[in-house]
């Protein structure tokens, strides 16, 4: 019976380690490519567009090049700076839809960005720009509503 008492009292502390270590790791120390992965899988966009990330091993690359052909009219490119990670996602057709994240290094600078972002937005239908702690969102699709939903509902 004691040893009963014991293998119970046991395998209680080691689910109660569990959930406690899975409560350390957060939606918040993702990197922007993980949170995009996360998009794409909810709103199964895997198979009609294309990743492009800043990380090493990326199949494309999100080079400062790209970024700056797409924010150059009233950027400010030298925010790129300021970002930790980064990554977009492009409808094949490039027409249909994008959704990019930016990880800032702090806070203190997701405001040069969100604003390089809704100038980009202003030129595309169906735009939303979200700004949610060190994460900077831009959201071009028919169901930017939907996604910006789903990233809040998230925590991510």
């Known amino acids: 019976m004691k040893k009963r008492v014991i293998k119970t009292a046991f395998l209680a502390a080691v689910i109660a380690f569990a959930i406690l270590l899975s409560a350390c790791i957060s939606e918040s120390d993702l990197s922007a490519a993980e949170k995009l992965e996360k998009i794409i899988l909810e709103f199964a966009l895997d198979d009609i ?7 090493a091993d990326a199949m494309h690359c999100l080079s400062d090049e790209m970024l700056s052909s797409m924010f150059a009219l009233g950027g400010n490119v030298t925010a790129f700076g300021h970002v930790k990670s980064r990554a977009a996602y492009f409808d094949k057709s490039f027409s249909g839809g994008e959704i990019i994240v930016f990880e800032m290094m702090d806070v203190s600078r997701t405001e040069e960005i969100t604003s390089m972002f809704s100038r980009r937005a202003k030129r595309q239908e169906n735009s939303l720009v979200i700004c949610r702690g060190r994460y900077v969102y831009l959201i071009c699709r028919e169901n930017a509503n939907v996604i910006v939903d789903y990233i809040k509902k998230s925590g991510l």
């Open 49 to 55: 567009g294309t990743v492009y990330t800043d990380n």
